[in-house]
């Protein structure tokens, strides 16, 4: 069965979680200039209007100078990046989101997410800044990456400004209900990192056999289960086929017994790991 294309390379019909569209663009590992400016270039092409980056990956100047030339309002792209934790102490957090304003070569971020609760992280001090930031229009949202369902209420009960998102690993391998739950409990979007678990999910039989049976790749099937569970999704892929076979996951629509399946899947597997985390 092949299910009827209902989105094409309309960005319109993109579902959106307050304006951030739920299926964005990743750029981690595009540090190498032209490699990032044509990923880019062809995911706004496709539809995306949701790019995520951060100032650890090296690629900030980048991503600012593919919006600029890609012939796209800047205020129809949904634009995200990350303090890294050796900068979120209250003056260095200033500091580095004034930065990246510059490197990305424009007047607000979307959004702003702390990277990591670690190193210099510190409630007070941080989220502070991260409300002044806000006071100060330098982003329109504030957000958390890889906050535990306790620092994420934490943070809730801190900031003046909303919570906006929880940025997290998630998908089939790695459902990560309890933190989804959280998310929902304090009105924060989870947005999912490695959402096709690096390549994994092509190994999983169900998850295959699903995909053949809509015709569709075993990532597309991740990114629906996703899309479908309310999590907004940015897969990084460098080649243009990968940006836009994971843009097609948009006219994929999973069954009830086809998400029940995925939700059974037993294996787990965690992708990004650092010693720093939080968990550890």
């Known amino acids: 069965m092949t299910d009827t294309p209902q989105h094409g390379g309309d960005p319109e019909a993109m579902p959106t979680h307050d304006g951030m569209a739920m299926l964005g663009y990743g750029t981690w590992k595009l540090?190498?200039?032209?490699?990032?400016?044509?990923?880019?270039?062809?995911?706004?092409?496709?539809?995306?209007?949701?790019?995520?980056?951060a100032r650890m990956y090296d690629n900030e100047t980048h991503v600012?100078?593919?919006?600029?030339?890609?012939?796209?309002?800047?205020?129809?792209?949904?634009?995200?990046?990350?303090?890294?934790?050796?900068?979120?102490?209250?003056?260095?957090?200033i500091d580095a989101a004034y930065d990246s304003l510059d490197r990305l070569n424009t007047d607000h971020l979307?959004?702003?997410?702390?990277?990591?609760?670690?190193?210099?992280?510190?409630?007070a001090e941080t989220l502070d800044a991260f409300d002044r930031l806000v006071e100060e229009g330098v982003t329109d949202r504030i957000g958390v990456s890889n906050f535990t369902p306790e620092l994420l209420a934490d943070a809730c009960d801190r900031t003046t400004a909303p919570i906006f998102a929880n940025q997290f690993e998630c998908h089939p391998l790695l459902p990560r209900q309890g933190w989804?739950?959280?998310?929902?409990?304090?009105?924060?979007?989870?947005?999912?990192y490695a959402p096709i678990a690096r390549q994994e999910v092509?190994?999983?039989?169900?998850?295959?056999?699903?995909?053949?049976?809509?015709?569709?790749?075993?990532?597309?099937?991740?990114?629906?289960?996703?899309?479908?569970?309310?999590?907004?999704?940015?897969?990084?892929?460098?080649?243009?086929?990968?940006i836009r076979d994971n843009w097609a996951s948009l006219s994929?629509?999973?069954?009830?017994?086809?998400?029940?399946?995925?939700?059974?899947?037993?294996?787990?597997?965690?992708?990004?790991?650092?010693?720093?985390?939080?968990w550890n």
Request: charged fraction near 30%.
């Open 180 to 192: 989804r739950d959280a998310c929902a409990e304090h009105d924060v979007q989870p947005v999912a």
């Open 64 to 93: 600012g100078e593919a919006i600029a030339n890609a012939g796209v309002d800047r205020d129809e792209v949904f634009l995200a990046t990350k303090i890294w934790p050796d900068d979120l102490a209250y003056d260095d957090a």
């Open 252 to 278: 994929c629509t999973l069954t009830e017994a086809e998400l029940d399946a995925i939700n059974a899947i037993e294996t787990r597997s965690r992708k990004v790991n650092p010693e720093f985390a939080p």
């Open 31 to 53: 540090a190498d200039r032209d490699t990032c400016i044509d990923a880019i270039t062809t995911a706004l092409e496709t539809g995306y209007r949701h790019i995520d980056t």
């Open 202 to 242: 092509f190994e999983v039989e169900t998850i295959v056999e699903i995909a053949d049976a809509h015709d569709v790749s075993p990532a597309q099937v991740s990114l629906a289960w996703l899309r479908q569970h309310d999590v907004t999704a940015i897969p990084k892929a460098a080649s243009a086929d990968h």
């Open 110 to 123: 979307d959004l702003l997410y702390v990277h990591w609760p670690a190193r210099a992280y510190d409630p």
